[in-house]
């Protein structure tokens, strides 16, 4: 079991589509072995932290592989969020 925990930042002028963009992306988690724990969005709505599981690493590596994800991400250019993504363990 792999956890992550995502702190993703919305340009600004582009949090609309940088919502559309996560949606559209961890609607993908389920195909890769993935599933989103906990989505939360800062008050400020250009902020989101995500907790996510991964059945294994290999099924988060394919994930960032993914054609149709990193062509979403591409789509938006420099509207597309910047992620920090830690590796977390129960404490």
Do not use: C, K, N, W
């Not at 559309?20 to 989101?48: K, N, P, S, W």
């Not at 960032?64 to 590796?87: F, N, Q, S, Y």
């Amino acid at each position: 079991m792999l956890t992550l925990v995502a702190l993703v930042e919305f340009a600004a002028g582009a949090e609309a589509a940088g919502q559309r963009y996560e949606d559209a992306v961890l609607a993908r988690l389920g195909r890769h072995g993935g599933r989103v724990e906990r989505r939360l969005r800062g008050t400020d709505e250009r902020t989101e932290v995500h907790v996510i599981r991964f059945d294994a690493r290999a099924g988060y590596e394919s994930f960032m592989a993914d054609p149709e994800r990193v062509a979403l991400r591409a789509d938006l250019g420099a509207a597309a969020p910047t992620t920090r993504v830690i590796e977390v363990h129960e404490v």
